[in-house]
Each structure stands twice: as structure tokens, then as C-alpha cells.
């Protein structure tokens, strides 16, 4: 089912209770009780109780986030697969930052290889791109967590060895 989020019952094994109409969702969040949603390049709070965008906090966004979280402090985080950064967002939407360097990681290479102590491997679906490994680059960022000590947590998607789980404060 497209354009639409659903409300589900773990304890009754995942029954629908409702659904919600949301144009190309692409991502969810929640933070003290209310819900967040990227939605056709905007990131939008949803009135639980009505199912209905209540406000739009961001609109525009360069690419479809792959991830959304909110945090304590009012912040949004929004991961980016296209430039391969996450965007800060304030409580009232406007940019405060990234988190990474643009344009991913050095994928691929046998220099690559050789410099992480033989980690990395041969690719065949995409073509080797050669220059050093830079540890602040991500690579498909994707799902976002911020923990409860305030700590925004960055998983990356189809990333070659060494895998990663990373923690920014």
C-alpha cells in the first residue's frame, strides 16, 4: 500500500488499527508523545489523535531521508543517502548543521584495502573510486536513534567491511 502510514498492534500479532494518509512516507519518528514524519521532501508533525499533518517543519529538502529522529532538545536529524551526510534541523526547521563530509566514502579500491589492513573488498556492482579512507565520511546513512543520554546514533546502509554504528553528541 502506497501513500499511506499504518498503526499497528504488536500484541495482536501486527492487526492494522488504522491508517494514515501521508503522501511518499519515507521515514518516522516520535519524541514526547508526538510523531514525525518525512513525507514528499518535508519533514511534518502528525496529530496522533486526528491522524492529520498538524505542521509542516521543513520543507524542501534536497532528498528523500533515508532516516529521521528527534531529539530532547527540539533538534531533528534527517539522513541524506544523496549527498551521504546527516542535516540538523532546529526545533523550528531551518539548517543548524550536518554531521559527515559530503559525497561518501572511498569504496572499492585496492589502495583502500591495503591502507585499512586488507578490509574492503572487491566490488562488481560498482566501479572502484581511489583517494584515502576518511573516517568522517558516511556511506548511505540511514537509520537514526537519538538515546537517551542525547547521543544521535547513525547506522549505514550497504556499507563494505568495516561495518559501522556510529554515536555523535
Not at 39 to 62: F, H, Y
Not at 100 to 128: F, I, N
Request: glycine fraction near 12%; hydrophobic fraction near 35%; aromatic fraction near 6%.
Amino acid at each position: 500500500v502506497k501513500n499511506v502510514v499504518h498503526e499497528v498492534d504488536p500484541a495482536r500479532g501486527g492487526a492494522v488499527l488504522r491508517s494514515i494518509s501521508l503522501q511518499n512516507p519515507s521515514a518516522l519518528a516520535a519524541m514526547d508523545g508526538k510523531l514525525y514524519a518525512s513525507a514528499d521532501n518535508k519533514i511534518v508533525e502528525i496529530d496522533v489523535p486526528s491522524g492529520k499533518v498538524s505542521r509542516e517543519i521543513a520543507g524542501g529538502l534536497e532528498a528523500v531521508p533515508a532516516g529521521l529522529a528527534a531529539g530532547p532538545d527540539g533538534r531533528f536529524y534527517w539522513s541524506d543517502q544523496k549527498s551521504n551526510v546527516v542535516h540538523i534541523l532546529d526545533k523550528d526547521g531551518k539548517p543548524a548543521g550536518i554531521i559527515g563530509k559530503p559525497g561518501g566514502l572511498t569504496a572499492c579500491s585496492a589502495e583502500v584495502r591495503a591502507a585499512m589492513g586488507g578490509y574492503g573488498e572487491e566490488c562488481q556492482d560498482m566501479p572502484a573510486v581511489s583517494g584515502p579512507y576518511d573516517p568522517l565520511k558516511l556511506q548511505n546513512p540511514a537509520g537514526l536513534v537519538v538515546s537517551p543520554d542525547g547521543h544521535l546514533w547513525v547506522t549505514e546502509n550497504g556499507r563494505w567491511k568495516p561495518k559501522r554504528l556510529s554515536a555523535y553528541d
